[in-house]
C-alpha cells in the first residue's frame, strides 16, 4: 500500500470516530433534558409554558345602597347574569337603625372583573380590593408529589400480590400501604380545594343601607300589649332565677355565717344590754292638771 493510501484511510477513521462520538453526545444530551423535565414537572416544565398558572383571586367590596332589599334583589341579578353563587349572607337590622349586610358570592374567575364593574352601579362603592395568590409551583409541585405516591401505592399493592412471605412482613406492607393511601386522600383533598378557588374567584360584598330602617307594618296596641306582657314575664323569671342561683351559691357558706355571726350577735345584744339608760323627764304642758301623787 502506499504511503498516501495509508494516511487518507487513516483521516477517514479518525472522521468517522469523531461522528459517532458527536452524535453519542447529542444523545446524552436529549436523555438528560428529558429525564429532568419528568422530574421537575412542576418546575422546568411549568417555567418552559407547558402547564397553565394557578390563581386565587379574592376580592372585597362596600356599597352604600338607598334600600338594602332592592341592593339584594340587583345583587341576586347580577349572581345569576354571570353564573356565580352565594356561598354565604348575613342581613342585620334593627327598627330605627341602617340594616348591614353581608354577602360571600363565587364568581367564574373569567367573569370577575365584569361582576366587579357590574356591581359597582348598585350603589355608592365606598371601598374594592382584589387580591390575587399565585400557587402554581405549589400546585405542580403537589401534582408531582402525588404521582410519586400513587406510584409507590401501586408498587406496595403489587408488591402483596407477589407476596410469599410471613404474616409480619404482608402486616408491615399493609401498614406502609394505608399510610401511603392517608397521604394521597389527603393530596387530592387539597389539590380539589385549589381546584375550586381557582375556577370560582372569591368577592365578600358589605351592603349598608343609607337611610335607617322602618318595618312594612307597625305593630298594632294588642301585640304592643303581648310583647309588653312577654317582656315583663321574662323578667320577672330572670329575677326568680337570679334569686335561685344566689340563695344556690349562699347555702355551702351558711355553716361559716353562722360561726362567725352568732357570736358577734350575742356579744353585741350584751354590750348593748348593759349601758344604763337615761331618765327620761316629765314634760308639763301648761294647764294641764298636776298629779300630786307623780310630783311627789
Known amino acids: 500500500m502506499k504511503p498516501w493510501s495509508a494516511t487518507c484511510l487513516g483521516l477517514l477513521g479518525v472522521a468517522l470516530w469523531c461522528g459517532c462520538g458527536g452524535q453519542h453526545s447529542a444523545k446524552v444530551g436529549v436523555f438528560a433534558e428529558n429525564e429532568a423535565r419528568q422530574e421537575a414537572p412542576g418546575g422546568a416544565a411549568w417555567a418552559g409554558g407547558e402547564q397553565p398558572r394557578k390563581i386565587i383571586y ?20 347580577l349572581v345569576a347574569k354571570h353564573q356565580a353563587y352565594v356561598a354565604k349572607s348575613d342581613v342585620q337590622g334593627v327598627a330605627g337603625q341602617p340594616r348591614y349586610g353581608t354577602w360571600t358570592v363565587r364568581v367564574p374567575a373569567n367573569r370577575l372583573h365584569a361582576f366587579l364593574a357590574d356591581l ?27 404521582k410519586n405516591k400513587q406510584t409507590e401505592e401501586q408498587r406496595l399493592l403489587d408488591l402483596l400480590e407477589e407476596s410469599t412471605g ?25 389539590m380539589q380545594r385549589w381546584d375550586k378557588l381557582v375556577e370560582h374567584a372569591t368577592v365578600v360584598i358589605s351592603m349598608r343601607e343609607r337611610r335607617d330602617y322602618v318595618p312594612a307594618t307597625a305593630p298594632d296596641f294588642s301585640t304592643s300589649i303581648a310583647r309588653t306582657w312577654h317582656g315583663s314575664v321574662d323578667s320577672l323569671v330572670e329575677f326568680g332565677k337570679g334569686v335561685v342561683l344566689a340563695a344556690v351559691g349562699l347555702t355551702p357558706w351558711l355553716p361559716i355565717i353562722a360561726v362567725v355571726g352568732f357570736p358577734m350577735w350575742w356579744l353585741l345584744r350584751r354590750m348593748f344590754r348593759r349601758q344604763p339608760q337615761p331618765p327620761v323627764e316629765p314634760v308639763h304642758v301648761e294647764g294641764a292638771p298636776v298629779n300630786p301623787l307623780r310630783d311627789s
Open 58 to 77: 379574592t376580592a372585597h367590596v362596600t356599597l352604600v345602597v338607598e334600600k338594602l332589599d332592592q341592593g339584594r334583589s340587583q345583587l341576586d341579578g
Open 120 to 146: 359597582a352601579e348598585i350603589g355608592e362603592l365606598q371601598r374594592q380590593s382584589l387580591d390575587s395568590d399565585d400557587i402554581t409551583e405549589r400546585y405542580y409541585d403537589l401534582k408531582a408529589r402525588l
Open 166 to 190: 410471613n404474616l409480619k412482613d404482608i402486616l408491615a406492607v399493609e401498614e406502609h400501604l394505608s399510610r401511603v393511601r392517608g397521604e394521597i386522600e389527603q393530596m387530592q383533598g387539597q
